[in-house]
């Protein structure tokens, strides 16, 4: 079974249109994240949410908004794309360590490819 | 910003060794030392992380300098499979979680 899962893997839209990517972790971890990597291949964190608690928001613009139902599922939502925001988008989760210490590694899914016209 | 350098690529024979470098000089006391690589298209995937101490595990061994500014990752024996962007990472910890910051890593080519 695949341990961090994302949806869809393509998605090709015009500028201005809504667009939501889905993130599903079946690792029991109680964070996770959503990485952008754009054309020069730099990996840059947006988001994290912890129990459904936004953590980290990586002056990322109010277009882009993540939505966590669940501990086990971090949506990402972004409104009137521009073209600027094609790249691959990366859902990660991790679990958080006791008294500070650090815990596990991240697991990433595949990405998904965003390609605004 | 990225508190790590790399070298940008490195090639190694099918095989060998490869010992990928990095320089951390401004880690501080307790900030992790991780690595990543990423195989083309897909997600970055842990390979192993230290604090201060040697490490190895079934994929590679990573040692750190004693002064902590330096550290490297060493396949012990590459394979073709071994090919990928190879990201060294300094963590900082929250209550809540550490969050990764990547910089441009090692562009690794395993080559027969």
Same mark, same amino acid.
């Given at each position: 079974d695949t341990a961090v899962s994302q949806t869809p893997k393509y998605l090709v839209t015009q500028m201005g249109n809504d667009k939501s990517i889905k993130c599903e972790q079946n *690792? #029991?971890?109680?964070t996770m994240y959503w990485y952008k990597q754009d054309s020069k291949k730099f990996l840059k964190i947006m988001f994290s949410y912890n129990n459904k608690e936004?953590?980290? +928001?990586?002056?990322?613009? +109010?277009?882009f908004s993540p939505k966590s139902p669940d501990k086990a599922h971090l949506n990402l939502h972004i409104n009137s794309?521009? *073209?600027?925001?094609s790249a691959v988008y990366f859902c990660a989760s991790s679990q958080v360590g006791e008294s500070n210490q650090v815990g596990s590694p991240l697991h990433f899914g595949n990405g998904t490819r965003l390609t605004v016209t | 910003d990225a508190k790590t350098t790399q070298p940008p690529s490195m090639d190694c024979a099918e095989g060998r060794a490869a010992n990928l470098p990095c320089n951390h000089?401004?880690?501080? #006391? +307790?900030e992790y030392v991780y690595w990543y690589r990423q195989i083309h298209s897909q997600g970055p995937q842990y390979i192993i992380h230290g604090l201060k101490n040697n490490e190895t595990n079934e994929m590679a061994s990573l040692i750190i300098t004693e002064d902590r500014k330096s550290s490297t990752l060493i396949l012990p024996h590459a394979t073709l499979r071994d090919t990928a962007v190879y990201y060294c990472i300094v963590m900082m910890i929250y209550n809540q979680g550490g969050k990764l910051i990547f910089g441009q890593g090692t562009e690794l080519s395993v080559k027969p």
């Open positions: *690792l #029991g971890h109680d936004l953590i980290i +928001n990586e002056t990322v613009p +109010n277009r794309l521009e *073209l600027g925001d | 000089s401004t880690i501080s #006391g +307790n």
